[in-house]
């Protein structure tokens, strides 16, 4: 069955791209429903393709931003991928089970492996459905996750497929609202 699968520990910081992302700045804020942060990024050493989706989209490349958001009583995360331009890539959201705040006050969360990926079309892909099957299998996550799992992915379709523009909606929001924070330096701002 090769290696044992693990939870994966995320800092909204994206501490893991730190190889691939030369230079970065990271704004992060909250309020009483989510936490979200956005994510300039100045300078990479190459740029990112994700392969596994028709049209091999670029998720990181120079002048590219992310923005994510947690939303606190959810189980999911959503990063909005945009270009220079700030045209929207994709979204992707990631399936969760926990969240909060690490001892130096970046925000985390627990990735249940399931992913949902919007892409500009409205057309949503369902990425490592195969790592969430091995989870369960060898026991990395309880039968009552994996339900969970599968509960909010089911949730979050339908809901795209009622209002496709809900998640466009709501991140333009939470874009409008950060961009104004960072304007008055109210965001905790890392590099």
Same mark, same amino acid.
């Given at each position: 069955?090769?290696?044992?699968?693990?939870? =994966? $520990?995320? !800092?909204?910081?994206?501490?893991? *791209?730190?190889?691939?992302?030369?230079?970065?700045?990271?704004?992060?804020? &909250?309020?009483? &429903?989510?936490?979200?942060?956005?994510? $300039?990024?100045?300078?990479?050493?190459?740029?990112?393709?994700?392969?596994?989706?028709?049209?091999?989209?670029?998720?990181?490349?120079?002048?590219? +931003? *992310?923005? %994510?958001? %947690?939303?606190? #009583?959810?189980?999911?995360? @959503?990063?909005?991928?945009?270009? +220079?331009?700030? =045209?929207?890539?994709? *979204?992707?959201?990631?399936?969760?089970?926990?969240?909060?705040?690490?001892?130096?006050?970046?925000?985390?969360?627990?990735?249940?492996?399931?992913?949902?990926?919007?892409?500009?079309?409205?057309?949503?892909?369902?990425?490592?459905?195969? &790592?969430?099957?091995?989870?369960?299998? /060898?026991?990395?996550?309880?039968?009552?996750?994996?339900?969970?799992?599968?509960?909010?992915?089911?949730?979050?379709?339908? !809901?795209? !497929?009622?209002?496709?523009? *809900?998640?466009?909606? #709501?991140? /333009?929001?939470?874009?409008?609202? @950060?961009?104004?924070?960072?304007?008055?330096?109210?965001?905790?701002?890392?590099?």
């Amino acid at each position: 069955m090769g290696d044992k699968l693990k939870i =994966k $520990h995320t !800092r909204m910081t994206f501490d893991e *791209w730190n190889r691939s992302i030369v230079k970065k700045n990271v704004y992060l804020s &909250e309020d009483e &429903e989510k936490r979200y942060g956005l994510i $300039h990024i100045e300078k990479v050493k190459e740029k990112q393709v994700w392969g596994f989706l028709d049209g091999r989209p670029v998720v990181a490349d120079d002048g590219f +931003q *992310w923005l %994510v958001i %947690v939303p606190k #009583y959810k189980n999911y995360v @959503i990063t909005m991928y945009m270009d +220079q331009n700030r =045209k929207t890539i994709l *979204w992707y959201i990631d399936m969760i089970d926990g969240q909060g705040t690490d001892e130096d006050g970046v925000c985390f969360y627990n990735d249940l492996f399931l992913d949902l990926i919007i892409l500009d079309s409205g057309e949503i892909v369902e990425d490592d459905r195969d &790592e969430l099957d091995m989870a369960l299998a /060898q026991g990395v996550i309880s039968k009552e996750q994996y339900t969970r799992v599968n509960e909010t992915a089911l949730y979050l379709k339908e !809901r795209l !497929r009622i209002n496709s523009n *809900w998640i466009l909606d #709501y991140c /333009q929001e939470t874009m409008i609202k @950060i961009e104004k924070e960072i304007s008055e330096d109210k965001c905790k701002v890392y590099s």
